[in-house]
Structure formats: structure tokens, C-alpha cells
């Protein structure tokens, strides 16, 4: 008897981008979809040759046009998701990174979810030759997480996970002039807390981070580097970790080696509001820019020499409304603090490390803050590397669904 293959998802759903891997291959698009009214919807795709639907296929999570029909899901329509909602040039929907709604509650998370299940199903159905007229079926064990000041309160973990396991989900992919249809069920599924997985990670010894560890130790505290070896910054059992995301900021405590959520707590700010404020900052100069993920797509495109001066600019905007967020984080790791005592060790990653290690002074005031929970004594702030630093909750969650 054949045991049928089940799907593993590691899906770290950001409120900028979701980040996954599935089976095997690495994921990435903004969390982002955009509702198509009935004059929005374009003609069915048609193709010149074997090659161009090729081509089209491989890119297929770029393009997914789609309807959900689900239990967990009461927002009806049909929506571009990710890069394709983007692209249309349609009203976005988004993650409101400045209400009090969790994630878990809302209907974009499940629809975003889906949408990347079902559509690395119909990719790996082409690649196999099956016939995409017949309905998919996949079943999925994932992985994914919360921000922390959401999962340990109100049974949210548990809540978020029923809206997966509950029932079948149906997607629907409209590219085509004949319907593609995906039946999802969830097998297994994990809802680890941001942060938690990402400290994880680092204690793991991956491949390559330790040596980015180290070396930023040694830059930054050349005093201790001969002394302090690697082992010993990843294996410390009393660390915070400071993970600085689209819409929360995690800091997550550490001690004596288990990650403590009641001395954990969340910013329900991150580098999405930096954007935002931006937005309007942009709007007041007669920017064209309408909402931050287009900013953010702006921000990351390899611009031409005809626009390179404008990028430059709007950069520079947003790196200005950059010393706020820091004066928050601040505050929220003196809370953390004033529980987790005995703290060894400061990581600080995520999406919104990246910008915040050049362009503000979060570092040097991070580094006297905790001098003043430490009689003076220096507790090292390691910034993880930009090619590791969106990723490691995304890494360690691959960790957890191999082991479902």
C-alpha cells in the first residue's frame, strides 16, 4: 500500500511578506492580496508555445489568481495574491499594523496560508504532467507562528490552529480558462511563538551563522573576542532575543535555557509603521506613493540612473522616521528586563534589523540600557547577519515541521 505524501510547510506568515519553505523550496511574497471586481478580471492567460507556459508555471506563485471557499474564511471574492496584487495596480489589502486585531484572527492569514499551499501544488502537479482539470488534493503538516504578546493570551494558538485542522479548504485558481482546483487538508499543524523559533535556530549551530555570530562579536567587543568563543554565545541559557518585524517587535526572554513568555513581551510596532509614517512624509512632497508595500517594493527594485536619485531620497525619508520605533524598543526591553535578570547576551534580527543596524542608533542605546540592568557591566548586543536576519523564524520552523 502507497502512503500518500504529505506536504511540509514551514510558513512564517510576517505582516510584510510571508516567508516559507515548502517541501523543499524557499518561498517569499508580500502579505498582500487585492480584491478583483467583476471590470477588474483580465482575460484567461493563453500561451505561444510549451516554453512560455513553462516559463509561466515555474513563476506560478507570482501570478496566483484565486476564490477561497472555506469554513475558516468569510471574506468571499476573488483576489490576486502577493506579487500579482501588487502588479494589478488594484486597492491592496494588508496587515493593519496599528489595530489590536491578531493575526490569527483575521482572514488574510488563512487566505495568504492557502494561497501558497495550493499554489506549490499546482506547480509540482504540472511539473509531475498530471491533468490540472481533475481537483488537487493535498495534505499538509505546518509549521507556523504568532507574535508572542498574541499566542500566550486567550488560547490563540490553539484557535489559529482549529481554523486549519477544522475543515477542508477549497482553492480556486482562475489563470486559466479552465478553473484549477485544490482541496487542502491539514494533517499536523504546529503554532510555535515568533522569536522562540528564531533563538532556536542560533542554539542550533547552522551552518554559516555561528561564524557570522562571532564575527560580530569581535567587532564589537574586540576586548572579549579571545576569550568568548563561539560556542559560548550560541549555547548562553540566559539571552533576549530582539526580533524587529513588519508589525510587532518580539522580545523574547530566554532563562536558563527555556524561552520564558511571562517575562516576554511584545511591541505592537515595527518596521511596517516605519513605512507608513514614511508614506505620509512622501505624500506631503508629492511622492506617488499610496501604501507601504509599494513603498517597500519601490525600495528593494534595482532602479535605473533616470530614477536612482529619486530612490535615494525616499530612502533617506524613511531612515528619518527610524529613531522612534528605537525609542519604543527601548522601552520594551527595559519591561523585559526588569524580569529576565540575569541576562547574558542581546540578538537582534528580523526584517526591520536589517535597516535599523546602519541607519539608526539603536545599537549604541541598546548597549548603555543594559548597562544600567548590569551595575555598568557590558551585556554584548549581537546583530545577526542581513543574509540570515528575516529568516530565522523561518529556519527554525523547517526544524519543527521534520520533526511532525
Same mark, same amino acid.
Given at each position: 500500500?502507497?502512503v500518500?505524501?504529505?506536504?511540509?510547510?514551514?510558513?512564517d506568515?510576517?505582516?510584510g511578506s510571508?516567508?516559507?519553505?515548502v517541501?523543499?523550496?524557499?518561498?517569499?511574497?508580500p502579505s498582500?492580496?487585492?480584491?478583483?471586481r !467583476?471590470?477588474?478580471?483580465?482575460?484567461?492567460?493563453?500561451f505561444?508555445s510549451?516554453?512560455?507556459?513553462?516559463?509561466?508555471?515555474?513563476?506560478?506563485?507570482?501570478?496566483?489568481?484565486?476564490s477561497?471557499?472555506?469554513?475558516?474564511?468569510?471574506?468571499?471574492?476573488?483576489?490576486?495574491?502577493?506579487?500579482?496584487a501588487?502588479?494589478?495596480?488594484?486597492?491592496?489589502?494588508?496587515?493593519?499594523v496599528?489595530?489590536?486585531?491578531?493575526?490569527?484572527e483575521?482572514?488574510?492569514?488563512?487566505?495568504?496560508?492557502?494561497?501558497l499551499?495550493?499554489?506549490?501544488?499546482?506547480?509540482?502537479?504540472?511539473?509531475?504532467?498530471?491533468?490540472?482539470k481533475?481537483?488537487? #488534493?493535498?495534505k499538509?503538516n505546518?509549521a507556523?507562528?504568532?507574535?508572542?504578546?498574541?499566542?500566550?493570551?486567550?488560547?490563540?494558538?490553539?484557535?489559529?490552529?482549529?481554523?486549519?485542522?477544522?475543515?477542508?479548504?477549497?482553492v480556486?485558481?482562475?489563470n486559466?480558462?479552465?478553473?484549477?482546483?485544490?482541496t487542502?487538508?491539514?494533517?499536523?499543524v504546529y503554532?510555535?511563538?515568533e522569536?522562540?523559533?528564531?533563538?532556536?535556530?542560533?542554539s542550533?549551530?547552522?551552518?554559516?551563522?555561528?561564524?557570522?555570530?562571532?564575527?560580530?562579536f569581535?567587532?564589537?567587543y574586540?576586548?572579549?573576542k579571545?576569550?568568548?568563543?563561539?560556542?559560548?554565545?550560541?549555547n548562553?541559557?540566559?539571552?533576549?532575543?530582539i526580533?524587529?518585524?513588519?508589525?510587532?517587535?518580539?522580545?523574547?526572554?530566554i532563562?536558563n535555557?527555556?524561552?520564558? !513568555?511571562?517575562a516576554?513581551?511584545?511591541?505592537?510596532?515595527?518596521?511596517?509603521?516605519?513605512?507608513?509614517?514614511?508614506v505620509?512624509?512622501?505624500?506631503?512632497?508629492?511622492?506617488?506613493?499610496?501604501?507601504?508595500?509599494?513603498?517597500?517594493?519601490?525600495?528593494?527594485?534595482?532602479?535605473?540612473?533616470?530614477?536612482?536619485?529619486?530612490?535615494?531620497?525616499?530612502?533617506?525619508v524613511?531612515?528619518?522616521?527610524?529613531?522612534?520605533?528605537?525609542?519604543?524598543?527601548?522601552?520594551?526591553?527595559?519591561?523585559?528586563?526588569?524580569?529576565?535578570k540575569?541576562?547574558?547576551?542581546?540578538?537582534?534580527?528580523?526584517?526591520?534589523?536589517?535597516?535599523?543596524?546602519?541607519?539608526s542608533?539603536l545599537?549604541?542605546?541598546?548597549?548603555? #540600557?543594559?548597562?544600567?540592568?548590569s551595575?555598568?557591566?557590558d551585556? !554584548?548586543?549581537?546583530?545577526?547577519?542581513?543574509?540570515y536576519?528575516?529568516?530565522?523564524n523561518?529556519?527554525?520552523?523547517?526544524?519543527?515541521?521534520?520533526?511532525?
Amino acid at each position: 500500500m502507497m502512503v500518500e505524501k504529505i506536504m511540509k510547510v514551514a510558513n512564517d506568515l510576517g505582516y510584510g511578506s510571508v516567508k516559507a519553505n515548502v517541501d523543499g523550496e524557499n518561498i517569499k511574497f508580500p502579505s498582500v492580496i487585492a480584491a478583483e471586481r !467583476p471590470q477588474d478580471v483580465q482575460a484567461p492567460m493563453e500561451f505561444d508555445s510549451k516554453q512560455d507556459k513553462d516559463t509561466y508555471m515555474k513563476d506560478f506563485l507570482n501570478n496566483m489568481d484565486v476564490s477561497v471557499s472555506s469554513n475558516a474564511v468569510k471574506t468571499s471574492g476573488r483576489f490576486l495574491i502577493g506579487n500579482a496584487a501588487i502588479d494589478s495596480g488594484l486597492s491592496m489589502r494588508s496587515f493593519d499594523v496599528n489595530d489590536f486585531t491578531g493575526k490569527s484572527e483575521t482572514d488574510l492569514a488563512i487566505i495568504l496560508t492557502l494561497s501558497l499551499v495550493a499554489g506549490k501544488k499546482v506547480k509540482e502537479a504540472y511539473e509531475a504532467g498530471q491533468d490540472l482539470k481533475e481537483t488537487l #488534493k493535498v495534505k499538509v503538516n505546518m509549521a507556523t507562528a504568532l507574535p508572542i504578546s498574541e499566542g500566550k493570551v486567550n488560547n490563540a494558538k490553539d484557535r489559529y490552529k482549529e481554523r486549519y485542522m477544522g475543515s477542508t479548504h477549497t482553492v480556486t485558481f482562475h489563470n486559466f480558462k479552465d478553473p484549477i482546483n485544490v482541496t487542502i487538508e491539514f494533517n499536523k499543524v504546529y503554532v510555535a511563538l515568533e522569536g522562540e523559533t528564531a533563538q532556536m535556530l542560533i542554539s542550533s549551530d547552522y551552518d554559516g551563522l555561528t561564524d557570522k555570530i562571532k564575527e560580530d562579536f569581535d567587532k564589537n567587543y574586540s576586548e572579549m573576542k579571545d576569550e568568548v568563543e563561539a560556542g559560548d554565545l550560541i549555547n548562553s541559557r540566559n539571552v533576549l532575543g530582539i526580533d524587529i518585524g513588519e508589525g510587532t517587535t518580539d522580545v523574547v526572554a530566554i532563562i536558563n535555557g527555556k524561552a520564558n !513568555p511571562a517575562a516576554s513581551a511584545s511591541l505592537p510596532q515595527g518596521y511596517g509603521n516605519v513605512l507608513q509614517d514614511a508614506v505620509r512624509v512622501l505624500q506631503d512632497q508629492q511622492m506617488n506613493f499610496e501604501e507601504r508595500s509599494q513603498l517597500q517594493s519601490f525600495l528593494s527594485e534595482k532602479v535605473s540612473p533616470l530614477r536612482r536619485a529619486r530612490q535615494d531620497k525616499v530612502r533617506q525619508v524613511v531612515y528619518d522616521q527610524l529613531e522612534p520605533l528605537a525609542d519604543k524598543i527601548i522601552d520594551t526591553v527595559s519591561q523585559t528586563m526588569r524580569i529576565a535578570k540575569d541576562t547574558e547576551l542581546v540578538y537582534v534580527y528580523g526584517g526591520g534589523s536589517i535597516p535599523m543596524l546602519d541607519e539608526s542608533n539603536l545599537r549604541e542605546v541598546l548597549n548603555e #540600557k543594559l548597562k544600567s540592568f548590569s551595575g555598568g557591566y557590558d551585556v !554584548p548586543v549581537i546583530w545577526i547577519d542581513k543574509e540570515y536576519a528575516q529568516y530565522l523564524n523561518e529556519l527554525g520552523l523547517q526544524v519543527i515541521v521534520e520533526a511532525l
